[in-house]
């Protein structure tokens, strides 16, 4: 580009290197020191702190002042974070400052949340320095912080939808389990997880449930649909409820209902398989002082090798025909 000398802005890099300085081109304005300081300590909305060695404030623009509800900035000169925060958040950041003067090594951006004194939740992100005396050695720290506070609430709004959201994606409605989609996810990681186990040669085992109500349709017919969905969640309660920690409960789907044992054996699975039999057998659905009789049929298998989720399911639904198959409230 050809430089213009009749232009009053630069037209390149070179004119910019070279570039008369603003209070030598308009006379009438000068950026003193002094000026400088006032604007930064009166005009800014990010505030600006200088602490001493003990990091007790002995200097504070208007912006900082304005956060802790102070009007006049010479009002913090002598205090600390100590006299405005809770201790635990004050304490924290008196140990950084210790350690930006005892290294001189500054901390650049970094996200500082706590509860707030006199309100709610804060969000900061600040940048700190060591300040140096005349002579070059640190004299205390100084800082730059700026409100996050709405932005960080915003964006963890955002996070607690999305999860919902997520959650919902893999829950069944009516039982509140998780779902046939999350179900075969689940089971196809679980075989992911376990091969490599095996290959490696480790012990590994988990172990398959899949299960269904006894004569449902029946329930339906006689007592109709809305009784048929409540004896849905009472089964489903009953298997949450009775599980263990590490087992995560489905409803795979109509009726039917799986659970994927983790690190558990053919002998453990069968057991807990016969202790949810029981517990159903034993725990009759009530409405209205109608009592209504419940039972389950399982089909019981442990992971031996299998290559893919149809394969095990597959195996799983034959254990289950079997059981209904030989009279139905049983394991097999």
Known sequence: MNKNPSHDEPNDIEDILNFVPLQERIPNMKLSDSLIINTLMTNSEDMIYFKDQNSKFILNNRAHAHWFGLTNPSDLIGKCDGDFYPKDFADKLYHAEQEIMRTGVPVINKMEKAMYARGPFLALSSSKYPLYDLDGKIMGTW???????????????????????????????????FNQRHFYDSLEKMINLFSRKKKKGLSADFSLIILDIDLFKTINDTYGHVIGDTALRYVGGLIMAHSRMSDTAFRYGGDEFSLILQDTDLTAGTD??????????QNPLLIDEKKIDLTISLGVVCFEGETSTGELVQKADAKLYQAKNEGRNRVC
């Open 143 to 177: 800082g730059i912080s700026r409100d996050m506070t709405k932005l960080v609430m915003a964006e963890e709004e955002v996070a607690k939808v999305n999860a919902k959201l997520k959650s919902l994606a893999m829950t069944d409605d009516l039982t509140k389990l």
């Open 272 to 281: 807990l398989a016969e202790r949810l039999r029981r517990i159903v057998e």
